[in-house]
């Protein structure tokens, strides 16, 4: 059984599968196109103002619309770059948040409906100084001066240019790739592919080309919704049917890491940022429920039992921290 709550994956499969009929919109394509390269043009020109901080400044983006793995690998560059020494604050849109006034500072204890469920997933990852806000310079301005941070690193903001970067890392999923190869609306693309040349690093989810480096996503131990202190190991839940809840940019991506892990699931995709009711999540027959490490975020006070969430971890080659550890050396 499928959730009927789907919102506009449809749409996100049909750019994947190429459907013919997408052609329909390539003329508004090449009108969203053009408008990209005009805003790139003034920026370079000059005509739109681009924003140098006094720290180094890492993008790491999407080139195409849905999930590709960002947020993982945002937090694992976060411990990394701890690990290595320096003390990075995160800004992010806060896509999905409601608040008023921006920019926002981020706890782990935030209300992802004020600030958004990636913003409150990453700052109780990381354990970092985070500020959300559609302006990310002026998020970026108020980490500086509420925090210690000596590095800025964005989730997402490859097409944010009022935000000067040291570092541009753009992630791509390593099956879909870049769908049908077209810009929206008639594809998943926010740019032209041929952006992907101006990047320092491309990294892919699965296996990648030459010059791209591989990233491994793997789930960890379920955690209880309810108590993440009570922990249980995936492997528990073999032999017997799991309701899978996932709200996410590529819904399928985790029902099939769960069942790579020997899970049999039945699938409930909500539309990426969804926000939860007690009832959507009370499917009556005694089944547990997991859900990913975002949703849970957003649904710890429905107080649902026997719900669990699985968090995401990644493995990344030595190669990338080099070149990471030398291009930041060049950006010093």
Same mark, same amino acid.
């Given at each position: 059984?499928?959730?009927?709550?789907?919102?506009?994956?449809?749409?996100?499969?049909?750019?994947?599968?190429?459907? /013919?009929?997408?052609?329909?919109? &390539?003329?508004?394509?090449?009108?969203?196109?053009?408008?990209?390269? @005009?805003?790139?043009?003034?920026?370079?020109?000059?005509?739109?103002?681009?924003?140098?901080?006094?720290?180094?400044?890492?993008?790491?983006?999407?080139?195409?619309?849905?999930?590709?793995?960002?947020?993982?690998? %945002?937090?694992?560059?976060?411990?990394?770059?701890?690990?290595?020494?320096?003390? /990075?604050?995160?800004?992010?849109?806060?896509?999905?948040?409601?608040?008023?006034?921006?920019?926002?500072? +981020?706890?782990?204890?935030?209300?992802?409906?004020?600030?958004?469920? =990636?913003?409150?997933?990453? #700052?109780?990852?990381?354990?970092?100084?985070?500020?959300?806000? /559609?302006?990310?310079?002026?998020?970026?301005?108020?980490?500086? =001066?509420?925090?210690?941070?000596?590095?800025?690193?964005?989730?997402?903001? @490859?097409?944010?240019?009022?935000?000067?970067?040291?570092?541009?890392?753009?992630?791509?999923?390593? %099956?879909?790739?870049?769908?049908?190869?077209?810009?929206?609306?008639?594809?998943? !693309?926010?740019?032209? +592919?041929?952006?992907?040349?101006?990047?320092?690093?491309?990294?892919?989810?699965? !296996?990648?080309?030459?010059?791209?480096?591989? *990233?491994?996503?793997?789930?960890?131990?379920? @955690?209880?919704?309810?108590?993440?202190?009570?922990?249980?190991?995936?492997?528990?839940?073999?032999?017997?049917?799991?309701?899978?809840?996932?709200?996410?940019?590529?819904?399928?991506?985790?029902?099939? *890491?769960?069942?790579?892990?020997?899970?049999? %699931? =039945?699938?409930?995709?909500?539309? $990426?940022?969804?926000?939860?009711?007690?009832?959507?999540? #009370?499917?009556?027959?005694?089944?547990?429920?997991?859900?990913?490490?975002?949703?849970?975020?957003?649904?710890?006070?429905? &107080? %649902?039992?026997?719900?669990?969430?699985?968090?995401?971890?990644? $493995? *990344? /080659?030595?190669?990338?921290? $080099?070149?990471?550890?030398?291009? !930041? #050396?060049?950006?010093?």
């Amino acid at each position: 059984m499928r959730s009927n709550h789907r919102g506009p994956q449809w749409l996100v499969d049909h750019w994947h599968k190429r459907s /013919p009929w997408l052609l329909l919109l &390539a003329p508004l394509s090449l009108l969203y196109r053009a408008a990209v390269a @005009l805003r790139r043009w003034l920026y370079r020109a000059g005509l739109l103002k681009t924003h140098r901080l006094p720290v180094p400044v890492i993008v790491a983006g999407n080139l195409t619309v849905g999930g590709t793995g960002k947020t993982p690998l %945002v937090a694992w560059l976060a411990d990394n770059l701890v690990q290595a020494g320096y003390r /990075p604050g995160l800004v992010a849109r806060g896509y999905g948040g409601r608040a008023t006034h921006w920019p926002q500072q +981020v706890r782990q204890d935030s209300d992802p409906v004020m600030v958004g469920d =990636e913003a409150v997933l990453l #700052a109780g990852k990381t354990a970092c100084p985070m500020a959300v806000g /559609p302006d990310r310079v002026a998020a970026a301005r108020s980490l500086l =001066e509420h925090s210690d941070c000596n590095l800025i690193l964005s989730d997402d903001g @490859l097409q944010h240019y009022a935000l000067h970067r040291d570092i541009e890392i753009a992630v791509i999923d390593g %099956v879909r790739r870049f769908g049908n190869g077209l810009c929206l609306p008639a594809g998943p !693309l926010r740019e032209p +592919v041929k952006r992907m040349a101006r990047v320092d690093l491309v990294v892919v989810n699965g !296996l990648g080309d030459r010059g791209e480096y591989p *990233m491994t996503m793997r789930l960890t131990d379920a @955690l209880a919704l309810l108590d993440s202190g009570v922990r249980r190991d995936l492997c528990s839940f073999r032999g017997q049917t799991v309701h899978a809840v996932a709200g996410i940019g590529n819904p399928g991506r985790f029902f099939a *890491m769960l069942r790579q892990a020997g899970l049999r %699931v =039945e699938e409930h995709a909500f539309p $990426d940022h969804h926000l939860y009711t007690s009832g959507e999540l #009370a499917f009556g027959d005694g089944r547990p429920v997991i859900m990913t490490e975002k949703d849970a975020v957003k649904c710890r006070n429905l &107080a %649902v039992d026997d719900c669990w969430y699985a968090p995401v971890t990644i $493995d *990344m /080659p030595r190669e990338f921290t $080099d070149r990471m550890a030398a291009l !930041l #050396a060049d950006a010093g």
